[in-house]
């Protein structure tokens, strides 16, 4: 046991090492939002002065703002005098003990989703959160990211030793402007990742929140920034198939992606946050703003995304195509089932010469969801010879889900060519009576029918986590029929 | 193998089958004609166990089991297969992997080990050359853009695979031009063997000249009206269906 308990120590040494300093243990903030808390947090975090300004700014502009309710959903009002801006790491006094204390249902959803049985404790948040076999799994990792001179770090550690990049990229793709959420966020947000792949660089391996040190601490208000420089390549993976115990119920988070000349940044997501139970009790709102710059010409920025979770979705992943012949795309599967709400889709701004963009929307509803697709294709008087393919597809089961879409079109190029393409369909029962007949059983039928339509979403994303997403979307769809 | 005694069966509140009696014994081909309506379609579905249909007498006996008793996907397993009039389509899902699924699930219920993919890919090369199938066929979504050949193609080349011991085929001969029909035949030949039994429902006598019962019945009106061998398939291509229904009416 000895090693093991100096692998423990060594991965809270590092957990603070990465962004806390150690007497914060005492304070945790009082519930409340005014100048003092992000005062507060910037001290903590020990920011530079342009950071500290960068927030105060943002927050007297929130002040200024109303919720933005233009989306196809019901939210009961939020009160963000009611949310703790700054927390220590949780002493968790009451996170289970053991994976005995953990609730058998969430077990049984690891079981079948195979999560490794050492994972589980980690996402279940059992206390003893040592992560034993990953910690050299992690040390490799930063060895060879640090060979190929990636930087990969917690944001709050890119503060630190990366400031100069932090001033010249934050804020340039969403402004702390933006929007309702991104401006808070901006204001207040505690952590995140920064990945900045320098000129040339292919990233040798697939980036992954799965790797970074602290990923157990997921914050409310996450931060994310990558830098892709001329003529680099990154793959970014975000998020876990697997339901994390989490005890925030709003979570808005900001992620921006730079895509200079020739770079390509492909981020992918599968997101899998607490639904709700059966009744649409509970559940975390997920309101994000995620968008990227093709800032240099021959660029590339790439979103693919799984969503099956949160009681609310509020989300679209979006591409800013500066850059003459830049490329954006956009591939998604959003689920609600049970009383889920998801309003999900893109924005895609062609202002440089001969950009293309694809967007590919798969929307399944069940039990008594409602997803809409919400898109913009933006054609600038500029974008000479752009293009644009969207193809927009539900699915329904049952009868008491919904399915909507909304597609804005803005183009102001005669040049431009823009198709769009949208289905709607129920899973048949002639589709499930073909299955049964052949021998498969109801729910496998299902399965087999909402991966067919997934398919080339799924095609889209790393291999490893296109068999995760498939085994998610089954589970999350477990009793949707019958 | 087969036993329906006196089965009624409707749709909401319309009668279909108004008492079919029928006995198909291992090894024998049947062939169920009738006029439009007559419910040869509905007998076939309600065989197979789909949904919509409501059976509101008698018992169907296949192998000792109570066959009306079982879910669709508990029939198939146990070796009952119906072939479909209109094969649905289902876009992105690989016809190699539905069967391969269809397969293993069959296999399963037998006790059998389940075939890898390597395995199943030369199982169906084989059954794909006999119908005369391309190789795309194999990447291709489940009837997916099939023409209605390919489609009943499709169906047979399922049973082949699945080497059921009891196959409806359901107006597998409909829409089909001649060399079609001919590569279908020849499919469903192949596949006859002494511990299988399949029951051809058909409007033609067409489909008969190239597979040959072994039994003749005539449904009409939700009844077998006359069962004989297939010379009464060549009469009834004659003279109609009417003069059966009139003899059954005297009688």
Request: hydrophobic share 40%.
């Amino acid at each position: 046991m000895s090693t093991s308990q100096q692998d423990l120590d060594a991965i809270v040494g590092q957990k603070y090492q990465h962004g806390f300093v150690t007497d914060i243990e005492a304070d945790t903030v009082p519930p409340g939002l005014d100048e003092d808390v992000i005062r507060l947090i910037s001290r903590k975090k020990g920011e530079p002065q342009f950071l500290l300004d960068w927030r105060l700014r943002a927050y007297r502009h929130w002040l200024g703002m109303a919720t933005p309710d233009w989306a196809h959903l019901r939210i009961a009002p939020i009160d963000y005098q009611a949310i703790s801006y700054y927390s220590a790491p949780k002493a968790r006094a009451d996170a289970p003990k053991s994976l005995d204390e953990v609730d058998p249902k969430l077990l049984a959803t690891y079981e079948k989703l195979g999560v490794p049985l050492h994972e589980r404790a980690r996402l279940a948040g059992v206390a003893v959160d040592a992560v034993f076999d990953s910690v050299s799994v992690a040390t490799t990792f930063k060895d060879r990211l640090a060979k190929a001179g990636v930087v990969f770090c917690p944001f709050s550690e890119a503060v630190k030793n990366h400031p100069e990049l932090l001033e010249r990229y934050l804020g340039t793709v969403v402004p702390y402007t933006d929007n309702f959420f991104a401006t808070l966020n901006s204001a207040v947000f505690t952590d995140g990742s920064f990945v900045y792949v320098p000129k040339g660089v292919r990233c040798p391996m697939e980036l992954s929140t799965y790797f970074r040190i602290n990923a157990a601490n997921t914050g409310q208000f996450e931060r994310t920034l990558i830098v892709a420089d001329e003529g680099s390549h990154v793959s970014y993976l975000e998020g876990c198939t697997a339901p994390m115990r989490d005890e925030n119920q709003l979570h808005a988070a900001v992620v921006e992606l730079v895509a200079l000349g020739d770079a390509e940044i492909k981020y992918s997501t599968v997101q899998n946050w607490y639904p709700g139970d059966e009744q649409g009790r509970g559940g975390i709102y997920n309101f994000v703003t995620k968008r990227g710059e093709c800032r240099g010409a021959n660029s590339r920025i790439s979103w693919t995304q799984v969503e099956t979770g949160s009681a609310i979705t509020w989300k679209y992943p979006s591409c800013v195509l500066t850059g003459d012949n830049s490329v954006g795309e956009f591939y998604s599967v959003a689920l609600a089932n049970h009383y889920q709400q998801a309003d999900t889709g893109t924005k895609m701004i062609h202002i440089g010469r001969n950009t293309r963009s694809t967007i590919v929307s798969k929307g399944i509803s069940a039990g008594k969801g409602q997803n809409t697709y919400r898109g913009l294709v933006k054609i600038l008087p500029s974008a000479e010879g752009a293009r644009n393919y969207t193809q927009c597809d539900s699915l329904l089961m049952g009868d008491t889900c919904g399915a909507h879409t909304f597609p804005y079109m803005e183009i102001r190029n005669p040049t431009a060519m823009v198709e769009h393409e949208a289905t709607t369909s129920k899973i048949g029962d002639d589709q499930l009576f073909y299955c049964r007949s052949r021998g498969i059983s109801e729910e496998d039928a299902v399965n087999m029918i909402v991966n067919g339509f997934c398919k080339v979403v799924f095609k889209e994303l790393p291999m490893e986590f296109a068999v995760e997403a498939q085994n998610l979307l089954s589970v999350s769809l477990e009793g949707a029929v019958g | 193998m087969l036993s329906i005694r006196d089965l009624h069966a409707r749709i909401g509140a319309r009668n279909i089958l108004k008492g079919v009696d029928l006995e198909v014994r291992p090894g024998e081909v049947h062939a169920i004609m009738g006029p439009n309506g007559s419910g040869k379609s509905t007998l076939a579905s309600v065989l197979a166990g789909r949904a919509g249909y409501e059976v509101t007498h008698g018992t169907v006996e296949y192998l000792g089991l109570d066959l009306l008793a079982m879910e669709p996907e508990e029939r198939a397993r146990a070796g009952v297969f119906l072939a479909f009039q209109y094969p649905v389509e289902i876009p992105g899902v690989n016809n190699a992997y539905l069967l391969k699924a269809a397969l293993n699930a069959i296999r399963r219920q037998r006790g059998e080990p389940e075939v890898d993919a390597f395995d199943f890919l030369s199982l169906i090369r084989d059954k794909m050359k006999l119908m005369q199938m391309d190789e795309s066929f194999l990447s291709r979504g489940v009837n997916e853009g099939f023409s209605g050949g390919e489609k009943k193609r499709n169906e047979i080349l399922q049973m082949a695979v699945l080497e059921p011991k009891l196959a409806l085929l359901d107006e597998t001969d409909s829409g089909l031009d001649i060399d079609a029909l001919r590569v279908v035949a020849n499919g469903v030949n192949s596949l006859r063997a002494p511990d299988r039994a399949i029951v051809l429902v058909t409007h033609y006598q067409r489909l008969l000249d190239y597979i040959e019962p072994d039994v003749v019945h005539v449904l009409s009106d939700g009844r077998i009206l006359r069962s004989g061998d297939k010379s009464l398939a060549l009469e009834l291509e004659k003279r109609g269906y009417d003069w059966v229904r009139q003899e059954a009416a005297v009688a």
